[in-house]
Nanobody
Framework: QVQLVVSGGGLVQAGGSLTLSCAAS????????MAWFRQVPGKEREFVAH????????YYADSVQGRFTISRDNAKNTVYLRMSSLKPEDTAVYYC????????????????????WGQGTQVTVSS
């Protein structure tokens, strides 16, 4: 099992940038696919970005494509979400998630695919 600790949220003006970090403990990080999701009150958790264990494959939600970048540093057991050109509609609680390679079924956008979750971090984008 992977323990995930999220940091980097905060308040930023529209058009600004913010980077979230998700530090993992445990020995399975390098063989786990990682993802970021976000959630606003009253709505379902929404897929944001996914990165394969190798780091070579990434997927993004259409709403963040070209503005957000997911990356990972397996030496540091950390995954990042670089968010640029932020919009008020990006305001949400952001979560990172992990799934081990042997449990991954390919449904990168489905929160039910992931077995481990970090605590959320609030990102607020003011207009």
């Amino acid at each position: 099992q992977v323990q995930l600790v999220v940091s980097g949220g905060g308040l930023v003006q529209a058009g600004g940038s913010l980077t979230l970090s998700c530090a993992a403990s445990g020995r399975t990080f390098s063989t786990s696919a990682m993802a970021w999701f976000r959630q606003v009150p009253g709505k379902e958790r929404e897929f944001v970005a996914h990165i394969a264990w190798s780091g070579f494959t990434t997927y993004y939600a259409d709403s963040v494509q070209g503005r957000f970048t997911i990356s990972r540093d397996n030496a540091k057991n950390t995954v990042y979400l670089r968010m640029s050109s932020l919009k008020p509609e990006d305001t949400a609680v952001y979560y990172c998630a992990a799934v081990r390679r042997d449990h991954y079924r390919g449904s990168y956008h489905d929160p039910g695919q992931y077995t481990d979750w970090g605590q959320g971090t609030q990102v607020t984008v003011s207009s």
